[in-house]
């Protein structure tokens, strides 16, 4: 028994153990599709700044995500608010509710995204979610089969990928263009699709590129996926911020011509992130995705996931229906200006060049010159270093599948904007090459 304990009378561990487990290998590397995993890197060797007895230094800029809602020109309207406590206070939410979502709830989405769809939707459309995010999970475990494979845009919101990889799937990408606003190459489509491929992701507004597709190329878009026989996954998730020439048009205003899952939620419109309430709707006035077993997919999947917080489906009618047009265009009003201040500050910066004004959601896509910086190896580095030298958070391209690119989000306090882009801009000519050779010259 003397080997039974070690000297502080804990069982010794057995330096030959073998352990009959391991962790899911696919799962390590997918911290380099998550926003939030890039993000926590380059904030990890950010000290924020004190000026001592109590008082703050610079505060850190926050322009690597879209989640504003903690600036006050960007807090959601009280309607809302009201609606959730009113769920809460009525006492009928306390309970599970149906795997696919409560009855009214989905009822109230299919009215409000219908009025916006030559066709009406029903409850029968819409499945409830923990966000978009959840919605995308879904979508990639329902299309998972041997050899399958999904074409994704690059730059691309890479959650996709990632929750493709994590079911098996192979993802395949095609460019979007950005001298024709960021439209997707859909010759590119057409080349790289094959007999495996299930499905085209679209994302309008454009995240990360602050582009809004119009009429006529979502048209072609749809055409080219009935040519393919395959369907489009619309994440629309930015649906309506728009506030440059070209309008928000749904990808289900096509369902007709190439069956269409959109996805949504509340988080952006109504700049409630944390509320976690997303949907998946099936934009198929054809009944493709019935015929072919998709909607009886979805189900079962619902039938084994977590679902969305009761009281906050039951708050969704009340939401929809008392939040006013005056509280939408507010958050539209902010957006544009801060797009415009955006726009106008990245034409100081030299080692920057900005390919199109952003017209929609809240980012846009910036082209880093790393022959113009001294000591700066990537995008990636470039980040890391500008957190820790100016407290400014933005996220490198390669989060997004564009390396030596940055996204930065303009959805801020338009003063605090004003001063993360200064700083960017000081950091820039601090790091500048010419600098350099200036120094050197005198």
Request: net charge negative.
């Amino acid at each position: 028994m003397e080997n039974s304990a070690g000297g502080n009378g804990r069982p010794a561990v057995s330096a030959a153990a073998a352990w009959n487990f391991e962790p899911n290998a696919t799962l390590l590397g997918l911290t380099a599709l998550s926003v939030r995993g890039v993000l926590g890197r380059i904030k990890a060797g950010m000290v924020v700044e004190d000026c001592g007895g109590g008082g703050r230094g610079r505060p850190v800029v926050p322009m690597g995500h879209g989640d504003p809602s903690a600036f006050p020109c960007f807090r959601t309207a009280a309607v809302a608010v009201d609606a959730v406590t009113a769920a809460l206070r009525s006492g009928e939410h306390n309970s599970y509710a149906p795997c696919v979502g409560l009855e009214p709830t989905r009822r109230s989405i299919a009215q409000y995204l219908s009025g916006d769809l030559p066709y009406e939707l029903s409850a029968d459309d819409v499945y409830l979610t923990i966000g978009c995010s959840q919605a995308i999970e879904i979508v990639c475990s329902v299309l998972a089969r041997p050899g399958a494979n999904i074409l994704c845009p690059r730059p691309c919101y890479l959650f996709h990928e990632a929750r493709a990889r994590f079911n098996g799937m192979e993802v395949k990408y095609f460019d979007l263009l950005p001298e024709r606003g960021w439209e997707a190459d859909l010759d590119e489509v057409q080349a790289i699709a094959d007999k495996n491929t299930v499905a085209m992701v679209i994302i309008n507004p454009g995240n990360p590129c602050g582009n809004v597709y119009t009429y006529e190329h979502l048209a072609k878009v749809a055409e080219t996926a009935k040519k393919l026989g395959i369907f489009l996954i619309a994440d629309e998730v930015y649906a309506h911020l728009t506030f440059g020439q070209n309008k928000f048009v749904p990808m289900g205003v096509f369902g007709s011509v190439a069956p269409v899952l959109t996805l949504g939620s509340i988080s952006k419109r109504w700049v409630v992130p944390g509320w976690r309430l997303g949907w998946i709707v099936t934009s198929d006035p054809n009944g493709v995705f019935r015929r072919t077993k998709v909607v009886e997919s979805i189900k079962s999947y619902l039938d084994i996931s977590c679902d969305p917080a009761t009281f906050i489906q039951g708050a969704i009618p009340q939401l929809i229906e008392n939040t006013k047009e005056e509280f939408f265009e507010k958050t539209v009003d902010v957006l544009r200006q801060t797009a415009d201040i955006c726009w106008e500050k990245l034409k100081g910066i030299s080692c920057i060049t900005c390919p199109s004004k952003p017209e929609g959601s809240m980012f846009v896509m910036v082209k880093l010159d790393l022959s113009c910086l001294q000591g700066i190896k990537d995008d990636m580095d470039f980040c890391c270093k500008l957190a820790n030298e100016e407290l400014v958070v933005i996220l490198p391209g390669c989060a997004v599948g564009y390396k030596n690119w940055l996204r930065i989000t303009f959805a801020l306090e338009p003063s605090s904007l004003e001063d993360g882009l200064d700083r960017l801009k000081s950091f820039c000519l601090r790091h500048s090459k010419s600098k350099v050779y200036q120094s050197l010259e005198t």
